[in-house]
């Protein structure tokens, strides 16, 4: 069986997710070393894991956790760790009214 590349994407964002539900499985914001940790649990994986983390991290749901007020960042075992930075929910903020504003104009 063969993919296209965007079924395999989807393929391994579900293997991620299930491996790690509390954090990727959840869509809370990820600390940033996050990529460094699973490297960790899953080694030699580390060029996948990075496209599956970027994929996953500009989801318009992640971005949503990250916008979202009092958000705090979570480890792989879904822990919180540390607030959101206003910079950083500021960011997602902005990408998500950039998001919302190409989606409106196309539906007009």
Request: with cysteine.
């Amino acid at each position: 069986m063969t993919y296209s590349i965007i079924e395999a994407r989807r393929l391994a964002l579900g293997v991620v997710r299930r491996l790690w539900p509390k954090s990727l499985g959840a869509f809370v914001p990820l600390k940033g070393t996050i990529h460094a940790d699973m490297a960790a649990e899953l080694p030699g994986h580390d060029a996948g894991l990075a496209a599956v983390l970027a994929i996953h991290t500009n989801s318009t749901r992640y971005l949503r956790s990250v916008a979202a007020e009092g958000s705090q960042r979570h480890d792989l075992n879904g822990e919180p760790v540390a607030p959101v930075s206003p910079a950083c929910r500021e960011q997602a903020a902005v990408e998500l009214a950039v998001r919302e504003k190409r989606r409106t104009n196309n539906v007009s």
